[in-house]
């Protein structure tokens, strides 16, 4: 086992790795930016290391500030998170290069992932089921054939993509050119690069993900599914797990698909297969090989600590349990608290005044911030993450809405009342709805 760990992000996630560590009796140490000096994920370390200034570009993003930060403090792998460098394949190559363990997939399964049209044709090869659409880029020439053969409504899609940007649909044959151009130029600039791809608009699905862990010895188990359709411009807002839409028989037919094809493929660590969910059928839409922002739903409902089998994995140790070990107890729901306008989702850093988060049984808060923090402008607004879990789905909706009530955040705007309100739609207690359900609520209720 690792003796030390250098753990590359800051926030929530940078806490919850150092928590890993020191429960499995591994030595940590934290890297900042110098806005982050007092931030609870250096303060809890056993060590820091400033890599640069403010901007994240020149901090955590900075690949030899953070190697030299390895080599002063003796750390014998890294845990990059989520964000940041967690899906950069020539950081985890060059991680390596530097004898250090890279605690995530081998870096050929990031690249493999990282890039939309190869992802889908290494799963489609493997037996998972992918949404109908290009083989690969379409060109102008080509998109009234591709679009018609794929059938109105389509989606057109970066193949460098991600967070929602250079995506843009056609309603009809007369919308495609401007949705195509669109596409086109937001992708050249966001990524730089404008090759895009066409697949099939699915009107309603919901958005199911299946958490997986794998070890080197071929061992490959899920944790079951996590319901991540409440989403905002393409941006998960709350997450439950199991999903309201599924049944046992479904959860065990996706499982299984995606276990086996993550065999085949030698996959190691942790990861999660994301699927677009409508009328009982399951479309591939990407593959994070990292650890998610929602992990903790998964780990509430199954007892596993994700990140101690990343680390187990990554040492070269075996997953402790099979599939037929796992049982699914219960429901849990997390909601992400961010330094947030509720409605318009403006961003809110500054000072935190006041402080104090929901306690009881089957409470979680992840969370970095403190009574007298300052957040900084300059990175995600995540300020926490509330999670909660229960014996049934109602039981931990009416948690949940207890928890909310106690969790307060003062001095700074937050999120907090758009959950308050979420948990009490009658969609949401019924579990109807669907990825496009929450901008048509927010379009409706606008405050």
Not at 153 to 158: D, N
Not at 180 to 196: C, I, M, P, W, Y
Not at 308 to 313: F, L
Not at 384 to 390: D, E, M, P, S, T
């Amino acid at each position: 086992m690792f003796e030390k760990i250098l753990i590359a992000n800051r926030g929530e996630i940078a806490l919850r790795i150092n928590r890993a560590c020191k429960e499995m009796g591994i030595a940590t140490v934290a890297i900042h930016s110098t806005a982050d000096a007092d931030a609870m994920h250096v303060r809890l370390a056993d060590e820091s290391v400033c890599v640069g200034p403010a901007p994240a570009s020149q901090s955590y993003l900075n690949i030899p500030a953070i190697l030299a930060a390895c080599e002063i403090t003796g750390a014998e792998a890294i845990h990059p998170g989520y964000g940041f460098l967690s899906e950069n394949a020539r950081f985890a190559e060059i991680v390596k290069e530097h004898k250090i363990t890279f605690i995530g997939p081998e870096p050929e399964h990031i690249r493999m992932m990282g890039d939309k049209i190869t992802a889908k044709q290494a799963v489609k090869a493997v037996g998972i089921p992918v949404v109908p659409g290009s083989d690969g880029g379409v060109s102008d020439a080509d998109s009234a054939r591709v679009a018609e053969e794929i059938g109105y409504p389509v989606l057109i899609k970066a193949t460098a993509g991600g967070g929602g940007r250079g995506m843009k649909v056609a309603q009809t044959p007369a919308d495609l050119s401007l949705a195509l151009s669109t596409a086109r130029h937001e992708a050249k600039t966001a990524f730089g690069n404008d090759q895009v791809y066409m697949e099939k608009y699915l009107q309603k699905p919901r958005h199911i993900e299946i958490q997986v862990l794998a070890d080197s010895a071929g061992n490959v188990v899920h944790l079951g599914e996590r319901d991540c359709s409440l989403q905002r411009r393409h941006q998960k807002v709350l997450e439950e797990a199991g999903s309201p839409a599924l049944n046992a028989a479904q959860r065990d037919e996706i499982g299984g698909v995606v276990t086996r094809a993550l065999n085949k493929l030698g996959y190691l660590g942790a990861g999660t297969i994301e699927f677009l969910f409508e009328d009982g059928r399951f479309y591939f839409i990407e593959m994070n090989t990292r650890l998610q922002v929602e992990h903790p739903i998964s780990e509430a409902i199954t007892g596993i600590d994700i990140v101690r089998e990343q680390i187990r994995i990554a040492a070269g140790g075996l997953l402790e349990f099979k599939q037929e070990d796992i049982a699914f107890s219960g429901h849990a729901i997390e909601c992400r608290i961010n330094a947030e306008n509720p409605f318009t989702f403006q961003p809110s850093p500054g000072l935190i005044t006041t402080f104090h988060t929901p306690g009881g049984l089957g409470v979680r808060f992840d969370s970095a911030i403190y009574d007298g923090y300052k957040i900084p402008p300059y990175y995600d607004s995540l300020a926490g993450k509330l999670i909660v879990h229960g014996r049934n789905r109602n039981e931990c909706l009416m948690r949940l809405r207890r928890a909310l009530d106690e969790l307060v955040v003062g001095g700074i705007e937050t999120t907090i009342p758009l959950f308050q309100q979420l948990v009490r739609d009658p969609d949401i207690l019924n579990g109807e709805y669907h990825i496009h359900w929450l901008e048509q609520w927010l379009a409706k209720h606008k405050h």
